[in-house]
């Protein structure tokens, strides 16, 4: 049975990645601040963290001792039962020494101090093989997401300045048709100006040709016909005063 089917290989990933997890957690416990609430926290996490693992790594062993008594019948050999049985016993250090560290520190400062010092080396007890195998997995993993998280950022950026062009594009298209209706509206207005220009000439023309009409008629006019003019308004006035106030 290859080890992508082998259900010890699945449930070994498995607690593995909740390892990583408390790893992970452990090491912002030890950065937390004593007596902090997030200290608090994180120890209870912490705890009950390591007592679900260490409940799977015991159901792990029992299917160890299960598959030990007939190795053939499962398809593995002595040297991978002990291979399996190191590994759950590592597995089982590490989180042991995370969780003395955790309730030591609960008590004191130095217990604290002195306690992580311990549990950091006994993580690295674990042989080399497994140190080596676990450091180019988690490396492999890493790195396919770094690679896939810097190639989503990609995507995403090129898609934004998809967008922002689409937008700039708009924005032109749009600049286009207002700068078109300022330039039919300014041929509009100077067709006006220039038929209001027309006009005024026009109106000129007239208005001089009529002065010089009144200019002649009042130089042919003498002043015989102007005083009798001026004497028929009078008598026009006279007349139409006494209609209106006197009647």
């Given at each position: 049975m290859s080890s992508?089917?082998?259900?010890?290989?699945i449930v070994k990933e498995e607690i593995q990645e909740s390892i990583?997890?408390?790893?992970s957690t452990f090491h912002r416990w030890e950065q937390t601040p004593a007596a902090s609430g997030e200290q608090v926290h994180l120890t209870k996490e912490l705890l009950a963290a390591c007592e679900s693992i260490e409940w799977q790594v015991d159901e792990l062993d029992k299917t160890i001792d299960v598959a030990a008594r007939d190795?053939?019948?499962y398809g593995i050999d002595r040297i991978e039962l002990d291979k399996r049985r190191r590994w759950t016993s590592n597995a089982r250090a590490q989180v042991g020494s995370m969780?003395?560290?955790v309730v030591a520190g609960k008590d004191s400062n130095?217990?604290?101090?002195?306690?992580?010092?311990?549990?950091?080396?006994?993580?690295?007890r674990l042989p080399?093989?497994?140190q080596k195998e676990q450091f180019n997995a988690y490396s492999a993993r890493d790195n396919n997401d770094f690679i896939s998280s810097e190639s989503d950022r990609q995507l995403l950026l090129m898609r934004q300045q998809d967008e922002e062009l689409d937008e700039l594009s708009a924005s032109v298209v749009r600049i286009g048709d207002v700068g078109l209706t300022i330039h039919e509206e300014l041929l509009a207005q100077d067709k006006i100006v220039n038929e209001l220009g027309m006009e005024m000439d026009s109106t000129s023309n007239r208005l001089d040709f009529v002065q010089k009409k009144v200019a002649m008629v009042i130089k042919k006019a003498s002043a015989k016909g102007q005083m009798m003019m001026?004497?028929?308004?009078?008598v026009l006035f006279i007349v139409l005063f006494v209609l209106v106030f006197l009647t």
């Open positions: 992508a089917q082998d259900p010890f290989y990583d997890k408390l790893l190795p053939s019948w969780k003395k560290a130095g217990t604290r101090t002195f306690n992580l010092n311990g549990m950091r080396r006994e993580l690295l080399d093989s497994d001026i004497c028929f308004l009078i």
